[in-house]
């Protein structure tokens, strides 16, 4: 099916199942710990012995030589799998290093072998006598010093610089002027299930049980890597303990699984230690950001410019912190540029809203700190600045943006009116109270998904595709979805997902999951409706499928009598024409947040935090709201506490375990409240629905930042705001009695 026309009345439009908070239907599988994720499942092939992978202990440089001669001699252990002996290995297309290092090494913690043993204690004990002799070589481990020799990314057309107007003319002429700068660090996503595979070979063909988001991508590259066709390669992933961008892409897990079962004719099974997560697959960089806005003393922006600098390994992309600024306010004139250092760190990449999520971290304090500097409201000076229109093609505007909706709607709620515009002024006792907003935005983006539905014998309903669930209740909306189209009940609907035996769907990322997979599936129920009406004698075009009937010009069946004589099977895709090029489609949102600060030592506490969101369709509220709240809570984690450190003199993040890498915990995140605005959006895609689970994190550390300037009067531009940041400006106790 060719979505190229806005969405009109549809079945989705009846609103039965769809649209309503349903609990998760993969819940009492994960609360009772019978999910099958990866590592786990004992049940799907006999005899798996255990693999340990080994990572380089420097981060530039050469293996000289590598004794195995004690490790192999060590007890219950079978084989083990060197660059030297694996045989020709190809990068795959969404790795930057190669997942199996030697002799030359990319960067640390890079596999480097992986022993294979009877038991994971063996192997583990085998991995730690292997001696590695290394040729360290000098690397480039900071951003800031590297950031002299940083030039212009060319993976893409995002990556861009763009221009509008004169800025630098319109800037230097401005009346009221901000030139700041922001930085954030590195993270890390922290995901509980860790990177994790089961390999086993049968007749030349690869199965592969693994933690991964995207299984279309994720196919590819393990055929590409092994050198194998992508028809003999299976990748199952049903169950999934997180991502967050994490898990878009193969990682040495599950290459070293396939390659250590494939020596040893066994199945191996293989999970990334804590450290080795934090060090050999992904994280997001750290930026270096340049926000300067000018404006009239009206408080209208009359020029704004925003430049990045990040870092990554050679041959990698950039944090595109920059992304929204180009869209969110308006200004004539406009400049926008990022720039790529070359950095001998583990590989940068996606992580939640990535190039938003930093991007807002910077640009929604420049608006308040301009904001403060035209004596406005940082409220009203967002709204004086919004604009309907792509900004730099005003022919070009918004599907749907209810941005100011957003504002007012949550000011009203989280009782704006009661916040004091001078910092400082409001106190508890000892401690200081603020209150800080920011805007959130993040693009809609719509991605070819398929999916397979099938009418059983007995009137049931299974759906198959590949989308994966990562937690977000994918396979809920996904069962709402056919549930709707269908006209049954939820639980006449079952779901299966993540299997690269099932038809090629959008994935899960980009926050493009949900939209796209449910309208793959809205696409297959079209065409079963099609078949079932046919083969009831009944028009297509005018049957209607209500509470498991099917009706149209005066006649009624059951569903279950159009399969009595054997199930009908559907499959289609949908795919996108140029609705998205017409009308600029981004999501919007305000977050909201209180602090209380300790005026002695300058611990933070975060005490209320609000949401509203504006993304097309919410397909449940109850999981949406759960997707955002969770994002709130990384949100905070990005704000008061998350930093990878890194080591600049050898190359690699220190606290690479949950015990130094601190996230935020139940007792750092106080009460949450979502309001979602009534909204559809007809270019999307017939579910009329956009994203929401990296709306979410959008602006969310910027609020903080906001309150806690509110509150204490000291403004921070470098994340983590740790008190150690505050101690030294922080005001006069002024304790009362």
């Known amino acids: 099916m060719k979505f190229d026309t806005p969405a009109t009345t549809n079945p989705i439009d009846q609103l039965r199942v769809v649209g309503k908070p349903h609990d998760r239907i993969d819940g009492p599988l994960k609360t009772t710990g019978t999910a099958p994720y990866a590592y786990e499942r004992h049940d799907v092939v006999p005899g798996q012995v255990y693999g340990f992978v080994v990572g380089a202990g420097i981060a530039k440089g050469r293996i000289r030589s590598m004794d195995l001669a004690a490790a192999k001699a060590a007890p219950g252990v079978l084989e083990i799998v060197t660059a030297a002996s694996a045989g020709k290995l190809e990068k795959g297309r969404f790795n930057t290093a190669h997942l199996l290092g030697g002799p030359d090494i990319a960067h640390y913690h890079q596999a480097i072998a992986l022993v294979v043993a009877e038991t994971f204690e063996q192997a583990r004990a085998a991995a730690q006598l292997i001696r590695v002799d290394y040729a360290r070589q000098q690397g480039t481990f900071d951003l800031a010093s590297a950031r002299g020799s940083a030039t212009m990314p060319t993976d893409s057309p995002r990556s861009k610089d763009t221009a509008v107007g004169d800025f630098a003319g319109a800037f230097a002429a401005a009346p009221v002027q901000l030139d700041a700068t922001y930085t954030t660090p590195d993270q890390a996503h922290a995901m509980m299930e860790p990177h994790a595979s089961i390999a086993a070979w049968q007749d030349g063909k690869l199965t592969l049980w693994t933690a991964n988001q995207m299984i279309a991508w994720s196919a590819g590259d393990v055929a590409r890597t092994l050198g194998l066709a992508k028809e003999d390669v299976r990748l199952v992933s049903p169950y999934i303990g997180g991502g967050f961008g994490g898990k878009l892409f193969v990682r040495a897990d599950a290459i070293l699984a396939a390659l250590g079962a494939r020596a040893v004719g066994r199945p191996v099974k293989v999970a990334l230690t804590r450290p080795q997560i934090f060090n050999n697959t992904t994280h997001r960089p750290a930026t270096i950001q340049r926000i300067r806005i000018g404006a009239t003393p009206e408080g209208r922006i009359t020029a704004i410019g925003h430049e990045s600098w990040s870092g990554d390994l050679p041959g990698g992309g950039p944090e595109t912190a920059v992304a929204q600024t180009r869209l969110l306010y308006a200004g004539a004139n406009r400049m926008t540029a990022m720039r790529l250092a070359v950095l001998d760190l583990p590989e940068g990449n996606a992580m939640r809203a990535p190039g938003e999520a930093p991007g807002l971290m910077a640009l929604e304090v420049a608006m308040d700190e301009m904001a403060e500097r035209l004596k406005l409201d940082p409220i009203q000076f967002r709204i004086l600045n919004d604009t309907q229109v792509d900004p730099a093609r005003p022919e070009r ?293 956009k994203g929401v689970g990296e709306l979410g994190i959008c602006g969310v550390a910027a609020a903080i930042a906001n309150a806690v300037y509110n509150a204490t009067g000291v403004r921070v531009r470098q994340y983590p705001v740790t008190l150690d940041k505050l101690l030294p400006r922080m005001p006069a106790m002024g304790l009362t009695a």
């Open 397 to 689: 505007r918004f599907s749907q943006r209810q941005l100011i909706q957003c504002l007012t709607t949550g000011a009203q709620r989280f009782g704006w009116d009661q916040r004091s515009a001078t910092p400082a002024t409001r106190r508890e006792g000892r401690w200081l109270i603020g209150t800080g907003v920011a805007a959130a935005f993040r693009n809609n983006l719509n991605m070819t998904s398929a999916a397979r539905v099938r009418l059983e014998r007995d009137g049931t309903v299974t759906v198959e595709t590949d989308m994966t669930d990562i937690g977000t209740g994918t396979y809920t909306i996904i069962a709402q979805t056919a549930a709707e189209m269908l006209g049954v009940g939820l639980e006449q609907v079952t779901v299966r997902l993540g299997d690269s035996a099932f038809p090629v769907s959008a994935g899960s990322g980009g926050q493009w999951g949900a939209n796209s997979s449910t309208a793959g599936v809205y696409a297959a129920c079209v065409k079963l409706r099609e078949a079932v009406a046919q083969r009831l004698g009944l028009d297509p075009a005018s049957a209607q499928f209500i509470d498991g009937q099917v009706q149209a010009g005066g006649k009624r069946f059951a569903l279950a009598s159009a399969s009595s004589q054997g199930p009908i099977s559907a499959e289609d895709m949908m795919e996108y024409g140029e609705l998205a090029k017409q009308f600029q489609q981004s999501t919007f949102g305000a977050h909201f947040v209180e602090v209380a600060v300790d005026s002695a030592t300058a611990e933070i506490r975060i005490r209320r935090m609000l949401a509203v969101c504006a993304a097309g369709r919410i397909l449940n509220p109850k999981s949406a709201r759960s997707q955002v709240i969770g994002a709130m809570a990384m949100g905070a984690g990005a704000a008061l506490m998350e930093e990878l450190v890194v080591d600049r003199r050898l190359g690699f993040f220190v606290n690479h375990d949950l015990a130094g890498y601190e996230v935020p915990v139940h007792a750092d995140i106080p009460h949450q409240d979502v309001i979602f605005l009534d909204e559809t959006d007809p270019t999307s895609s017939p579910m009329k629905a």
